[in-house]
């Protein structure tokens, strides 16, 4: 097997750069076509969802999709931070709002589990 050299001052690309683990993005479903990673039913297009980054070996970088009422505290305390989050910018205040309110609310009273099919502006 040939060695691969790289010239001097040469990176190789970053875990975010390839999309890999410990990526998260926010955005609304632009289909109606995934399926939620934690539920297993549809995610239907212009609902809130996330995005959890993986890639396995070389392949294109690809997201699992849930619900945003589907995930986890475990999962939003891994993420620390709304500002950690992939396209927070992107999106309109009061869906801005909510995944900021759900940041906020880690650790309290049960949520109840219910897919909305509410659009994203």
């Known amino acids: 097997m040939a ?3 790289l010239p001097p ?3 190789t690309r970053t875990q975010e750069q390839r999309g890999g683990e410990g990526i998260f993005c926010v955005e609304c479903a632009r289909s109606g ?6 539920c ?10 996330l995005g959890v980054g993986y890639q396995h070996g070389e392949q294109v970088p690809s ?3 849930q619900h945003w009422t589907c995930v986890k505290d475990r999962t939003i305390s891994q993420i620390g931070s709304p500002e950690k989050l992939r396209g927070l910018a992107a999106l309109e205040k009061k869906d801005q ?11 309290k009273a049960p949520r109840k589990k ?3 099919l509410r659009d994203c502006s």
Not at 33 to 38: A, D, H, L, Q
Not at 40 to 49: K, P, S, Y
Not at 97 to 107: E, K
């Open 3 to 5: 060695t691969i050299t």
């Open 114 to 116: 219910v897919h909305t």
């Open 97 to 107: 709002d909510a995944v900021r309110q759900r940041f906020a609310g880690v650790g």
């Open 63 to 65: 997201y699992r999709w």
């Open 40 to 49: 297993g039913t549809t995610i239907a297009n212009r609902v809130l969802r």
């Open 9 to 11: 001052g040469a990176r």
């Open 33 to 38: 076509r995934n399926k939620c990673s934690e």
